[in-house]
């Protein structure tokens, strides 16, 4: 039912926007921001370069809106978007440099700090710090994957997006995209061994 | 199931999306394969984890940050406004950078006095040749033409002309009133035709008159006088305009009517002081044995005069070749002159090749090409390199080597470096 509702206030806003109502693309962005931001982090492994991803993903959505005809749900086209613009900005030159030389146990300091500002319930020094190094090891295995099997596990496993919506996303079939994240299980396991 | 397909599906029998059939099937295995289980247990841990990995909170200014890159004129649109805006301003300044660019091209290339050059390049090869020996009145109405132009030089270039012609009239060579042959080949272009008349082609009187003996180079020199050319002008003033459509119209008889306009146009030009010659000898053999006399290592057999003593009427024989070569060789061991009544000797073809050459470096020459008779090792062309002031010192030694029976010359426009045609008879 909420899943439903989010779409008909999405189809709603798209449709005003359509209209010639700017305020319904703010509420649209306000609405996605987050969810966008998070997905391109986690394909990113950055907050800067997330940050430029989601903004051109939002840029990409406003010089295409007035074509979106509703085949599909405006949820699963913006996480087609995000992932796009991931994608080529992994592939991009800078992008390949820039991830040769980053370590998998270097944590950025900045993100560390950003995530520290999460609220936690325990109140555990050691605790918190030994958890915040497991999520560090994880991210950085999650980061060391291939672009394509770390789109999957990002979509599939955080996301919990379902395999046919994957499917539309990444434009792979569902039996494909089975089987390419059993893969990217199987290497996340190599190099999470010994850490869970 | 086996293993592999049962790990291929533990991760949806965590989430609970298979069919319950499949779910027992899986749970039966997990309890007898220690291998499927640990593998289930890293899954389990796996999903736990990464569900609590935490979000992350956009930046507070995202939505500002966006609305400033949506407004930014993008690149097409800022590169327009940089060119264009302020019209009144910036289209004026650019129409007037534009024009520059094209004056400084123009005036560097230069593509229209290029293209006015080209045409000056005569199609055919040497064209005032056959003006000059088809037919003697056309080269009266040469020579008036060339008078005519002449008068018109400033007082520098007629002094500098004189001085010319006075250096040549020493040396033996007639300078100024020389055409350039373009192509190599021209000889065998024309002897296809209707043959020209040879250079003293048909007696040797003719040869006589043609070749730069004192008498022809006082004739020129008469010509190009000051007293000669004031009489020119009183006496073909009326006669100009009609000399003037003459020659180039005779000119243009006889070949493409560019060459000819160009040679006049060219003439204008103060003529500039020819440094060297390209000679191009064209050897045609009457046999196959060529005959050319030995040099004379004596300077005094060099004479200015042409020695047409050695040109008879009466064709040598071919029975007396024999003799002859004995008397030749005894008068080359005696170092004597050749006399009026000696005549060549029949030598090999190489040998007369080498004379060539050894002429040539007598001269300060060289040779720069040669070409071959096809299918044969006998060289058919040979182009020399000469100073100009030994030309006529070249053509008065290859005479008289004595076995020179037509010699043609083609007279170069003036240019810093013109293309002699020589067309050697050798004969036997």
Redesign the interface.
């Known amino acids: 039912m909420k899943l439903q509702e989010s779409q008909l206030e999405d189809e709603r806003l798209i449709q005003s926007f359509q209209s010639n109502n700017s305020d319904a693309f703010?509420k649209l962005?306000?609405k996605h921001?987050?969810m966008v931001?998070?997905l391109c982090?986690?394909l990113m492994g950055d907050?800067d370069e997330?940050?430029d991803c989601?903004?051109d993903t939002?840029?990409k959505v406003?010089h295409n809106l007035d074509r979106f005809k509703f085949k599909s749900n405006f949820s699963t086209w913006l996480y087609r978007i995000a992932v796009n613009t991931c994608k080529n900005k992994l592939s991009s030159l800078s992008s390949r440099v820039k991830k040769k030389t980053l370590r998998l146990d270097n944590r950025n300091d900045e993100?560390f700090n950003?995530?520290s500002?999460?609220e936690d319930s325990t109140f555990n020094p050691e605790e918190i710090f030994e958890k915040k190094e497991?999520?560090g090891i994880?991210?950085g295995a999650?980061n060391a994957l291939p672009p394509n099997q770390k789109t999957l596990?990002v979509l599939r496993?955080?996301e919990g997006k379902s395999y046919d919506e994957i499917a539309k996303i990444t434009g792979y079939k569902p039996g494909t995209v089975?089987?390419k994240?059993?893969r990217a299980?199987q290497s996340?396991?190599d190099r999470?061994k010994g850490v869970? | 199931m086996k293993c592999h397909e049962i790990k291929y599906l533990l991760a949806d029998f965590i989430d609970g999306d298979l069919e319950p059939d499949t779910q027992s099937m899986i749970q039966d295995h997990l309890s007898a394969c220690e291998e499927c289980r640990e593998e289930y247990a890293f899954l389990q841990a796996y999903k736990k984890e990464i569900i609590s990995l935490p979000a992350v909170a956009a930046p507070a200014n995202f939505l500002t940050d966006l609305h400033k890159r949506l407004d930014e004129p993008s690149l097409a649109e800022k590169i327009r406004h940089t060119l264009f805006f302020p019209l009144k301003l910036k289209l004026p300044l650019e129409a007037v950078g534009v024009a520059v660019l094209a004056a400084i091209t123009i005036l560097i290339f230069n593509p229209f006095e290029m293209g006015r050059q080209m045409t000056f390049q005569p199609e055919s090869a040497s064209y005032d040749s056959d003006i000059a020996y088809y037919a003697p009145e056309k080269e009266k109405s040469m020579k008036r033409t060339e008078a005519r132009k002449e008068s018109k030089l400033s007082t520098a270039s007629k002094t500098r002309l004189a001085d010319s012609r006075k250096r040549g009239a020493a040396t033996g060579a007639v300078i100024e009133r020389k055409t350039i042959d373009k192509s190599s080949g021209g000889y065998a272009k024309k002897d296809r035709g209707k043959a020209m008349p040879a250079y003293g082609e048909s007696a040797p009187d003719e040869i006589e008159d043609r070749t730069l003996s004192d008498e022809t180079i006082a004739q020129d020199d008469s010509l190009y006088s000051s007293k000669a050319i004031e009489g020119e002008r009183d006496k073909e003033s009326s006669k100009r305009m009609a000399s003037k459509k003459a020659a180039p119209a005779a000119a243009k008889n006889n070949y493409a009517g560019k060459g000819a306009i160009a040679e006049f146009e060219e003439i204008k030009a103060e003529p500039a002081a020819p440094e060297v010659y390209e000679i191009v000898l064209m050897l045609t053999p009457e046999t196959d044995k060529f005959a050319l006399a030995n040099k004379s290592k004596s300077k005094a057999s060099y004479s200015q005069k042409l020695p047409h003593e050695y040109y008879a009427k009466n064709e040598m024989k071919k029975s007396d070749s024999v003799d002859m070569k004995q008397k030749y060789i005894a008068q080359k061991r005696s170092g004597r002159k050749l006399s009026k009544e000696s005549k060549p000797m029949p030598v090999s073809i190489k040998k007369s090749l080498a004379q060539i050459k050894s002429i040539a470096g007598s001269l300060n020459g060289r040779i720069i090409k040669r070409k071959f008779r096809s299918g044969s090792s006998t060289e058919q062309y040979i182009v020399l390199e000469i100073p100009a002031k030994n030309y006529h010192i070249l053509v008065n030694r290859l005479n008289s080597t004595g076995s020179v029976k037509k010699l043609y010359r083609k007279k170069p426009v003036l240019r810093s470096k013109q293309k002699v045609n020589l067309k050697i008879n050798l004969s036997y």
């Open positions: 703010d962005v306000q921001t987050n931001f998070n982090y986690r907050y997330a940050n989601a903004q939002f840029i406003y993100d950003r995530l500002d999460i497991k999520e994880i991210r999650i596990i496993d955080i089975k089987s994240l059993a299980r996340l396991r999470l869970l």
